[in-house]
């Protein structure tokens, strides 16, 4: 089984940045597709961003892209998550999934614990 290993939250004041990191186990990191989720206190889960092996494609919301930066280290086993310039807004539970050659964020079927990023006004 794929095992993954979320890590890098914590507090930081509005406009400070965090790179989350997020190493797998348990299988060939050359074919797995992961992603980075995330879930705010009353709202449902939201896909930040995918990387997809097979596709060779990356999503991320034109809403997040001049802040959010997702990068694989295959030597590590690791995809980070570099965000910039928080808010408020992104303070929410940030977990990472992967998906043997999953072709989108939605086919994402195994999931690290989750890490905490809380953003301070």
């Known amino acids: 089984d794929v095992q993954l290993q979320a890590s890098g939250g914590g507090l930081v004041q509005t406009g400070g940045s965090l790179r989350l990191s997020c190493t797998t186990s348990?299988?060939?990191?050359?074919?797995?597709?992961i992603g980075w989720f995330r879930q705010a206190p009353g709202k449902e889960r939201e896909a930040v961003s995918c990387?997809?092996?097979?596709?060779?494609?990356?999503y991320l919301p034109v809403a997040l892209a001049d802040r959010f930066t997702i990068s694989r280290d295959s030597a590590k086993n690791t995809v980070y998550l570099q965000m910039i310039n928080l808010t408020p807004e992104d303070t929410a539970i940030y977990f990472c999934?992967?998906?043997?050659?999953?072709?989108?964020?939605?086919?994402?079927?195994?999931w690290g614990q989750g890490t905490q990023v809380t953003v301070s006004s």
């Open positions: 990387f997809t092996n097979r596709a060779g494609s990356t």
């Open positions: 999934a992967a998906g043997v050659f999953a072709l989108s964020c939605s086919r994402m079927n195994y």
């Open positions: 348990g299988f060939s990191f050359d074919e797995l597709s």
